[in-house]
Structures are given as C-alpha cells and as structure tokens.
C-alpha cells in the first residue's frame, strides 16, 4: 500500500513564526503536491514538485515556499504565518498513475 | 476550462436507503474523473477511478459512479447506506496524471 506521512496532525503557530510542514511518501513516487482544504473551498493546489529540486507553483502559491531535496520528501514552508493561513493541508502523491495519493492532512492554526 | 460542481452540499438519508451524490464536470480534454471519501479528521481515500474505461465504475464499500459524457455528469450512488458510510465526499476531475480539480464537497449524513 502506498503510504503518505505527515510530520504533524495539528500544529498552533503564532502571526510571524516560520512553519515547516512535511511529507513523506515511500512509493519511489515523482509527483507530489501540497494543497489546503477549507470549508467550501475543496482543496485548492498550493505548490506541486514533479521532480528533485523541480517545483511548480499551483493555484494559491502566494505566501508559501516549498522544498524537494530528496525524492520522498516534500516540505512545505510559511516564511511568516499569518491568521488567514490556518486551514487543513493535504500532502498527496502520484507517480504517473492517474489517482492521487493523500496524507492525514496536518491542521495549522495560526494565532 | 476545467470545473467540478458538486449540486448538493449536505445529503441525508437513512440507514438501508439509497445514496445519490451529483457531480457535474467541465473539461475541454478527455477527463479522468474520481470520487475520494474523507472521514472526520483523516486524509482523502480514494472510492473509484474512470480513466475512458468502463463507463460504469465499481468501486469500494458497495460504491459505484457511471460517467454519462452527454450529460457530463459522474454522478455517485450506493443501493444501502451504512452509518460508517456519514462523511464528506468528494467529485475530482484530472488529466496528465497532475492536475486534479476538486469540487466543494458533499457531506454524506446517515440516520439510522
């Protein structure tokens, strides 16, 4: 079975602190994604990696960074929390398969 | 331009009655089209797939979908609810094995 880990399932931050978020795959997978999931919103596309070191900026990248050093690792970064980015986040991966496959979620609250 | 719409936000039923959970695409190429489950508190399961195979997709715990390109809907039913079947669910269009679209949700309640 393919198995996504989360560093954290619930995290409280403060407004200005810098907040590593990561994910772990172990199914050799080249793709992998960081989305956030809000009530209503479904979950919008933050950043995806299909490669080392290789990222694309998805649909809400503003405000985010990400790091791909290794293959089965993907982070993602908030240089500077700030109230309007609490919400779940959902690592997922892919490797080439259409489905994608998802993490726990980690949900952050920045106060 | 690609879009999902889930038409129900909140579905109640029984327990031992039908579901039905619509869900409506947009897609200017041939679409992949999935249903994932989220349980409280829990990341996204895949439920079922259609990738231009079977219109008719069967997928786990009594699951199915059929993918009608006419209407393009990819509408999600099960004959008997069960009380662990309570949870939100989701419609996602995708192509290139990347991009996915993901629709608002749908919250599943079942009564016993």
């Known amino acids: 079975d393919v198995k996504v880990t989360q560093s954290s399932r619930y995290l409280v931050k403060r407004t200005g602190e810098k907040v590593f978020l990561e994910c772990v795959q172990d199914m050799d997978h080249e793709n992998m994604f960081w989305y956030r999931q809000d009530p209503g919103l479904g979950l919008r596309l933050i950043y995806f990696?299909?490669?080392?070191?290789?990222?694309e900026k998805g649909d809400i990248p503003e405000g985010y960074s990400v790091s791909r050093e290794k293959k089965e690792r993907f982070s993602l970064i908030l240089e500077s929390a700030s109230t309007n980015q609490t919400s779940m986040y959902l690592c997922?991966?892919?490797?080439?398969?259409?489905?994608?496959?998802f993490g726990p979620g980690t949900r952050l609250t920045v106060t | 331009a690609q879009s999902v719409t889930q038409l129900d936000s909140h579905v109640s039923v029984s327990e031992g009655t039908p579901v039905l959970l619509r869900c409506n695409y947009s897609?200017?190429?041939?679409?992949?089209l999935f249903w994932y489950v989220q349980h409280p508190n829990k990341g996204l399961q895949l439920l079922l797939k259609y990738t231009s195979a079977a219109t008719l997709v069967k997928g786990i715990n009594g699951f199915e979908a059929e993918f009608k390109k006419s209407e393009t809907s990819f509408h999600l039913t099960k004959p008997s609810a069960h009380m662990s079947d309570a949870a939100e669910y989701f419609c996602?269009?995708?192509?290139?094995?990347?991009?996915?679209?993901f629709g608002a949700g749908t919250r599943l309640a079942v009564h016993p």
């Open positions: 897609s200017s190429y041939s679409p992949s």
């Open positions: 990696s299909y490669d080392v070191k290789m990222k």
């Open positions: 997922a991966s892919t490797g080439g398969e259409h489905e994608q496959y």
């Open positions: 996602v269009v995708g192509w290139g094995g990347i991009w996915m679209i």
